[in-house]
């Protein structure tokens, strides 16, 4: 009852700031009216609570102690108009990056950062709000901030030419059948979205079996991984089909894309031998191999490359296109490919580019960078589509907008930007209706579609049955047999 208490009464005190907010528009923010919500005056739970020590406030002070799992502070905010709306966090770091979750009337919208030790704008863009009052929450994901206020203003239109992207690939001796398939892919940008599922069994594997089941159709892409060709796996006995089942699909109709889990090479590995593309089982310095330190773990490197290489010309030879996403998720530093930094991982992406496209000649490549960071981006020489993972929990529908709109802005022109993994299917709906219109999505495999001690049983943990039924059945979603026939389908000139 008491938490009630403080709930209504902390919601007035938040209306009261959106009124006497008003008056602290200016002339030239008239037209623009921009909701104020000081921090200090919302539902504060958990670890958070009052503080003012840290100049630079608004208000009376701010919010601090996200430092676990229940640590939120809540916002009743009230608008007059549905519509789309951007949600200004105005935060400080406690010291260096960090990254809170967005939640919405107990939807996750996703998340918004924040590095800057003084109180800086971190805004989630479009979320989208019906007249009346809603809960915005602020919640610790990664925690550690001061959190002082809550802006919100309405969100300006998305221009439709983000979706007019290029179909020209990186590799201007690019096969016509990569040729082909981004012409396809650029064709339908903005109008439909791929679905896709990864399946390390391939089009008849659990993954791709309990979909067609529950929805009685196939995905459009087929996701693999080549981790098990990797050097210092299969030197402990490691053996894939992930190519052979690759040259099935393109044959059945279907699109590959691959991913490589690069395991380092067996000198770095410092705790079970399958773990090593992890940081914690490895003692690779990426940064000591490419600055020319460590001239044996470059060699290394390449003799990697060179196994991978040899899985991509079986794939050429086959005529068979591939999605290829390699040095996946590198800002999370969870990977040992992004734990010396920014730099050194670009230097290893534009090593990988210059070894299989110029030395090795594979052709048939559209490359997907997946760093998750502007700062990561090797060029635009080295990227045909921007790939972003998220996994925002379970029975999570939303578009992610946000990060959609934030990936699309790390390069101008426009590149095609995709869901390259998610565990939650998103309703097709709200994608149309938020302008998040993803190229694709490809739900990662085992517990995120099927249940584990079971091949053929749906596990609805993350996407329940009838979400999954409805994003299949969309208008807008393209699956297996709607694909045209790739092989013939017609180059665009850019």
């Given at each position: 009852m008491e938490e009630m208490k403080r709930f209504v009464w902390c919601g007035i005190a938040s209306l009261l700031a959106v009124v006497m907010s008003y008056s602290a528009v200016s002339a030239e923010e008239d037209s623009e009216i921009c909701l104020v919500y000081e921090a200090e005056d919302a539902l504060c739970e958990g670890n958070v609570h009052t503080e003012s020590l840290v100049e630079g406030y608004s208000g009376n002070g701010y919010v601090t102690g996200f430092s676990t799992e229940r640590d939120t502070c809540t916002f009743l905010v009230s608008v007059e108009e549905d519509g789309f709306y951007d949600l200004n966090f105005v935060t400080a770091s406690m010291g260096g990056y960090k990254e809170n979750y967005v939640i919405v009337d107990g939807e996750s919208l996703g998340t918004v950062s924040m590095e800057e030790e003084s109180f800086t704008d971190s805004i989630l863009?479009?979320?989208?709000?019906?007249?009346?009052?809603?809960?915005?929450?602020?919640?610790?994901?990664?925690?550690?901030?001061?959190?002082?206020r809550l802006e919100v203003?309405?969100?300006?239109?998305i221009d439709s030419s983000i979706y007019n992207v290029?179909?020209?690939?990186?590799?201007?001796?690019?096969t016509d059948n990569a040729k082909r398939l981004m012409s396809y892919l650029a064709d339908n940008y903005g109008s439909s979205i791929l679905s896709g599922q990864y399946s390390q069994d391939g089009q008849y594997g659990k993954e791709f079996t309990v979909v067609y089941r529950e929805t009685g159709?196939?995905?459009?892409?087929?996701?693999?991984?080549?981790?098990?060709?990797?050097?210092?796996?299969?030197?402990?006995?490691?053996?894939?089909?992930?190519?052979?089942?690759?040259i099935q699909f393109w044959e059945n109709g279907g699109i590959v894309t691959f991913c490589w889990h690069w395991n380092a090479p067996a000198k770095y590995l410092t705790g079970?031998?399958?773990?090593g593309f992890y940081v914690e089982g490895t003692n690779i310095d990426l940064a000591a191999i490419m600055n020319g330190e460590d001239e044996e773990g470059y060699q290394l490197l390449l003799d990697d490359i060179a196994a991978?290489?040899?899985?991509?010309?079986?794939?050429?030879?086959?005529?068979?296109?591939?999605?290829?996403?390699?040095?996946?998720?590198?800002?999370?530093?969870?990977?040992?490919?992004?734990?010396?930094?920014?730099?050194?991982?670009?230097?290893?992406?534009?090593?990988?580019?210059?070894?299989?496209?110029n030395v090795y000649g594979l052709n048939n490549l559209i490359w997907l960078w997946n760093g998750q960071d502007a700062d990561w981006y090797p060029g635009d020489e080295y990227v045909d589509i921007i790939g972003e993972d998220i996994y925002p929990g379970e029975h999570v529908y939303t578009s992610q907008v946000d990060t959609y709109l934030r990936a699309v802005n790390y390069t101008s022109p426009a590149k095609m930007v995709v869901l390259s993994e998610n565990g939650c299917v998103f309703d097709p709906d709200l994608?149309?209706?938020?302008?998040?219109?993803?190229?694709?999505?490809?739900?990662w495999g085992s517990e995120f579609v099927a249940k584990s001690m079971s091949i053929y049983a749906y596990n609805d943990q993350y996407t329940e049955s009838e979400m999954l039924v409805k994003a299949y059945e969309s208008d807008v979603v393209v699956t297996l047999d709607e694909l045209p026939d790739l092989t013939a389908y017609p180059i665009r000139d850019n």
């Open positions: 863009q479009r979320a989208y709000l019906t007249a009346g009052t809603h809960e915005v929450s602020y919640s610790e994901y990664w925690g550690w901030v001061y959190l002082d203003t309405p969100s300006e239109e290029s179909a020209e690939l990186v590799n201007e001796n690019a159709k196939y995905p459009a892409i087929l996701g693999l991984d080549f981790i098990e060709y990797s050097p210092s796996r299969a030197e402990n006995g490691s053996t894939s089909n992930a190519t052979q089942y690759a079970e031998w399958y773990n991978i290489a040899e899985q991509l010309l079986t794939l050429q030879d086959a005529g068979v296109p591939v999605l290829w996403r390699p040095l996946h998720e590198a800002s999370g530093g969870w990977f040992w490919w992004g734990a010396s930094g920014a730099e050194a991982y670009k230097q290893l992406y534009i090593l990988l580019y210059d070894q299989l496209t994608a149309v209706r938020d302008g998040a219109m993803w190229g694709f999505w490809c739900t």
